[in-house]
């Protein structure tokens, strides 16, 4: 009797980006949220994260050519943090347990004329290649980016 072996499960590049960025501009003693919706610019900065995170991975990058890239979307700036804090644990969970693991690298865009201050703004995240499965319980409910 022959047992069938599982497919290897692809590994894939995952950039996810704001529709809307929160931007913290200081007034005075007050510090407001500006908001600014990302539209034509969400493929810019995917491409920007993209790089980052092939640039951190310099020592694995054949790892992360070929691989298919998901660019998924969360609804602001908040919801990106809260998914960015939720991959980074999970990431050390993985690594404290000796298993495979990824890394989250955090795209800062600094552009004053657009974003309307000088300080650094995150506008996506993109983790280095990993399965599918690893992030799900993260990630999964996410909708691929649209316009």
Known sequence: MT??????????????IPKIVDV??????????H???MDSRWGAQA??????????????IFRAFNKPTIILSVRNSKELEKVRCELTEQAQALDHQGLDTFMVHEFQDVQ?????????VTTAIC??????SVVE???GHL???ED
């Open 143 to 145: 909708e691929k980016y």
């Open 127 to 132: 983790l280095s290649p990993t399965r599918r």
């Open 3 to 16: 047992t069938k072996k599982k497919p290897v499960e692809e590994e894939r590049i995952y950039i996810i």
């Open 35 to 37: 908001h600014v919706r």
């Open 47 to 60: 491409v920007h994260a993209a790089l980052l995170m092939m640039d951190w991975e310099d020592q694995n």
């Open 137 to 139: 319980s993260i990630i």
């Open 24 to 33: 913290p501009l200081r007034r005075g003693r007050k510090t407001l949220n």
């Open 112 to 120: 004053p004329d657009y974003w309307g201050t000088p300080a650094p």
